[in-house]
T-cell receptor, first 114, second 115 residues
Framework: AQTVTQSQPEMSVQEAETVTLSCTYD???????LFWYKQPPSRQMILVIR??????QNATENRFSVNFQKAAKSFSLKISDSQLGDAAMYFC???????????FGKGTRLHILP | DGGITQSPKYLFRKEGQNVTLSCEQN?????MYWYRQDPGQGLRLIYY???????QKGDIAEGYSVSREKKESFPLTVTSAQKNPTAFYLC??????????????FGSGTQLSVL
């Protein structure tokens, strides 16, 4: 069965510092998509970043970047220059290209310390 | 404005009662999803649909039912067989595949509680 594991239930980072959130996944597929979603206190889910497994280059979106290690089945999210607005739950998600099923990890709650 | 609308925002269920959560999208997406969110459990997939008149069970489908009679609509019924229905329910839709800027569009959620 395909699973997504986020091993850090909570993390804290000082404002303006850098933090890395971990995600590992288990799959026998070679072609798939990986995502990081953010859920702020409003509970509205927002896409942070997307990675397609066939692309070797790590995705970046402004202050957000990923470290995609396909062989290790690892997909960590790095947030640079952390801001108070980054405080949220962060979910890692996975979809195999041959299916529309999208599964999520249990999430990491990120606290930003002023 | 294009988007995905869930209603109601809050819903209360009595013992033995079936309740239906509404989800409508005007994004012309083929794929739609229902997730359940409990504290510490992340988002768990209940059902998903790739096309009208077709849907697949997710990881926790027991006690739930869905229909997909129209592309725009994917209602979720929480039946009396679901013994622990209190949770936050999220509906989502998506455009899928390479070159599509794939992402899930989420509704604002329904908080279901048992009276």
């Amino acid at each position: 069965a395909q699973t997504v594991t986020q091993s850090q239930p909570e993390m804290s980072v000082q404002e303006a510092e850098t933090v890395t959130l971990s995600c590992t996944y288990d799959t026998s597929e070679s072609d798939y998509y990986l995502f990081w979603y953010k859920q702020p206190p409003s509970r509205q889910m927002i896409l942070v970043i997307r990675q397609e497994a066939y692309k070797q280059q790590n995705a970046t979106e402004n202050r957000f970047s990923v470290n995609f290690q396909k062989a290790a089945k690892s997909f960590s999210l790095k947030i640079s220059d952390s801001q108070l607005g980054d405080a949220a739950m962060y979910f890692c998600a996975y979809r195999p290209n041959r299916d529309d099923k999208i599964i999520f990890g249990k999430g990491t709650r990120l606290h930003i310390l002023p | 404005d294009g988007g995905i609308t869930q209603s109601p925002k809050y819903l209360f269920r009595k013992e033995g009662q079936n309740v239906t959560l509404s989800c409508e999208q005007n994004l012309n997406h083929d794929a739609m999803y229902w997730y359940r969110q409990d504290p510490g459990q992340g988002l768990r997939l209940i059902y998903y649909s790739q096309i009208v008149n077709d849907f697949q069970k997710g990881d926790i489908a027991e006690g739930y039912s869905v229909s997909r009679e129209k592309k725009e609509s994917f209602p979720l019924t929480v039946t009396s067989a679901q013994k622990n229905p209190t949770a936050f329910y999220l509906c989502a839709s998506s455009i899928l595949g390479r070159g599509t800027n794939e992402k899930l569009f989420f509704g604002s959620g329904t908080q279901l509680s048992v009276l």
